[in-house]
């Protein structure tokens, strides 16, 4: 119960962005090796995400979309771990159909035939047979047409769309090994393979000039240096993990002049924190132009006990037991990625 009102206090939706961030951790933690988003307006008017994931049985259609639906997590600590499961709120898909018109149609692998329960505004209906391939596709039609206040906080339809595109962009990037596509209006903006490679997934969705201008990070602490983090030290007395920074970092001429393509990624989830921003700048120590930014798909992995990234449910803030030590792991391991190409 505890868990329960501690994460409900933050269950808000607040823009399509915010449910397409929903559905599309919902096909993730259910195992899809597949995603398509599409929207319509910006989201405004319609999303559908389709996945191939493990599906929803007929009969358990009406628990997915009601209160508390989850069976995800069990107690508080398993939040603080929840960096490795993705969706852990049990309140999403109620929520959101308590704020539109929401289809869920799903086929598990086994099942004979596909399902559907559709809701308006809250109202649920009867779960109908329905055709469709093995597994999920969720639509979300009308968003805040029973919430007019709600709906004039909704911006311009580029400025929807755009926070829908990071959304799915860094999901994209966070899992190479599943083939993620967007598409608004009909027009497709991105669609990566899914074939695991990091450097492709870049090239599917900021294009062949940034891709080739991504160098490789590997970083591990250093075995016996001598100033070894307290991270590093609990290795030597057994810990199973220990911190480690990997993933892509653009050479220094490879920038756009806003902040948006420092990705920051915390045991796979995408975080904003601006001590590994800052971080990262630190490692490019003036070599890069002023007011420029490079690119950065940068994983860093770190116990999960020493981070807590569910201060607040629906913020993406992380923040470390041992701050000073991801900081300069950060910072060394982009600066290492430098080097190494003689920069
Ligand atoms: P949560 O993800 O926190 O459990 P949601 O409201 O997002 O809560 O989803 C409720 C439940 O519906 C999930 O626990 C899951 O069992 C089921 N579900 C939702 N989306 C999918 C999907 N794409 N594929 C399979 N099952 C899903
Ligand atoms: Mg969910």
């Not at 951790?25 to 398509?36: F, K, P």
């Not at 499961?85 to 018109?101: H, I, N, P």
Request: net charge negative; with cysteine; charged share 25%.
């Amino acid at each position: 119960e505890r868990t329960i009102q501690r994460i409900a206090a933050g269950e808000v939706v607040e823009r399509p962005a915010s449910v397409v961030k929903e559905l599309v951790e919902n096909s993730l933690d259910a195992g899809a090796s597949r995603v398509a988003v599409s929207v319509e307006a910006g989201g405004t008017e319609g999303i559908r995400v389709r996945d191939d994931g493990v599906g929803i049985e007929g009969d358990q259609l009406e628990a997915a979309v009601a209160e508390h639906a989850t069976s995800k997590i069990g107690d508080i600590d398993d939040l603080d771990a929840g960096v490795a499961t993705l969706g852990f709120r049990g309140e999403a898909l109620y929520t959101v159909g308590g704020v539109s018109r929401l289809t869920v149609r799903s086929k598990p692998p086994d099942a004979d035939a596909g399902a559907e329960i559709s809701v308006e505004g809250g109202s649920v209906g009867e779960v109908r047979p329905a055709g469709c391939p093995t597994g999920t596709v969720v639509e979300v039609d009308d968003l805040f047409y029973n919430t007019p206040a709600r709906k004039k906080f909704l911006k311009r339809v580029t400025t929807e769309f755009d926070h829908v595109n990071t959304v799915v962009t860094s999901y994209a990037l966070a899992n190479p090994d599943v083939a993620i596509s967007l598409e608004h209006d009909g027009r497709e903006t991105f669609a990566t393979e899914g074939n695991g490679d990091l450097r492709s997934a870049v090239l599917a969705v900021y294009g062949r000039e940034v891709a080739e201008g991504m160098l490789d990070v590997d970083w591990r602490p250093d075995e016996g240096s001598a100033d070894s983090s307290s991270l590093n030290a609990r290795t030597e007395n057994g810990s199973p993990s220990v911190i480690r920074v990997t993933g892509l970092v653009s050479h220094p001429e490879t920038t756009r002049a806003s902040r948006d393509y420092l990705g920051t990624y915390v045991n796979g989830r995408y975080v904003t924190a601006s001590s590994l921003r800052e971080a990262v700048l630190d490692a490019y120590d003036g070599q890069l132009a002023p007011d420029r930014y490079p690119f950065t798909v940068l994983f860093v992995e770190v116990p999960p006990d020493d981070v807590d990234v569910n201060v607040h449910p629906r913020k993406l803030e992380v923040r470390f037991d041992e701050e000073a030590a991801v900081r300069s792991a950060v910072e060394d391991a982009v600066g290492s990625a430098l080097l190494d190409h003689g920069l």
